[in-house]
């Protein structure tokens, strides 16, 4: 059974940075292109990032967040990171980690088979 758990989330004041972590059980990451989506209070859940399986490394960012949030995988530690700089207000989500279990990204918006249940990430001052 696919397990995706995120963590790393917390209360941050503006300006300031966070890493969330993505680890499986039961999963394989780094044979899978990888997203992070968050949802916001009242809001659509919006598609953040994609990592593809490593040979081919490309990574894709909303614009909402592209040039401040970075992600990564470390294949040893079977984990996807979310590096997320200068935060903003507007960054305060619960942020998801999910697969379609496909080697390569989709578009953002693409629905996804595995969803973690999310970290809560609350940028405030």
């Known amino acids: 059974q696919v397990q995706l758990v995120e963590s790393g989330g917390g209360l941050v004041q503006p300006g300031g940075s966070l890493r969330l972590s993505c680890s499986a059980s039961?999963?394989?990451?780094?044979?899978?292109?990888i997203n992070w989506f968050r949802q916001a209070p009242g809001k659509e859940r919006e598609g953040v990032s994609c990592?593809?399986?490593?040979?081919?490394?490309?990574?894709y960012y909303a614009n909402s967040v592209k040039g401040r949030f970075t992600i990564s995988r470390d294949n040893a530690k079977n984990t996807v990171y979310l590096q997320m700089n200068s935060l903003k207000a507007e960054d305060t989500a619960v942020y998801y980690c999910?697969?379609?279990?496909?080697?390569?990204?989709?578009?953002?918006?693409?629905?996804?088979?595995?969803w973690g249940k999310g970290t809560l990430v609350t940028v405030s001052s």
């Open positions: 999910a697969t379609r279990a496909e080697r390569l990204c989709v578009p953002l918006h693409y629905d996804m088979n595995y």
């Open positions: 039961g999963f394989t990451l780094n044979r899978y292109a």
């Open positions: 990592i593809s399986v490593s040979d081919d490394g490309n990574t």
